[in-house]
């Protein structure tokens, strides 16, 4: 995807021990060096929570599953200011 196109603020939300293959933290720099001509990008790192069933459903930490409400308040906090 051109992401570099974008011309909208983008803000990454990345689960650091999250295991779906589709989505492998350790490609998260590839992507945000996509993002470096945006005026307004950011990523949002978590850790801990619960992981159980498949990596890549919401009860693993793909889904946050145990941080939901410290990640809905940062995701929000950033969105307003993005404004």
């Known amino acids: 995807m051109p992401l570099e196109?974008?011309?909208?603020?983008?803000l990454v939300v990345h689960h650091e021990q999250d295991g779906c293959?589709?989505?492998?933290?350790?490609?998260?720099?590839?992507?945000?060096?996509?993002l470096v001509p945006?005026?307004?990008?950011?990523?949002?790192?978590?850790?801990?929570?619960i992981s159980s069933g498949d990596a890549c459903e919401a009860r693993a930490y793909h889904g946050f599953n145990g941080l939901e409400?410290?990640?809905?308040?940062?995701?929000?906090?950033?969105?307003?200011?993005?404004l």
């Open 5 to 10: 196109n974008l011309s909208i603020p983008v």
């Open 21 to 34: 293959r589709s989505c492998p933290y350790d490609k998260i720099p590839l992507l945000m060096q996509k």
């Open 38 to 49: 945006l005026q307004k990008k950011q990523l949002l790192t978590f850790k801990g929570g």
């Open 69 to 82: 409400n410290e990640v809905v308040g940062q995701v929000a906090k950033w969105m307003a200011s993005a």
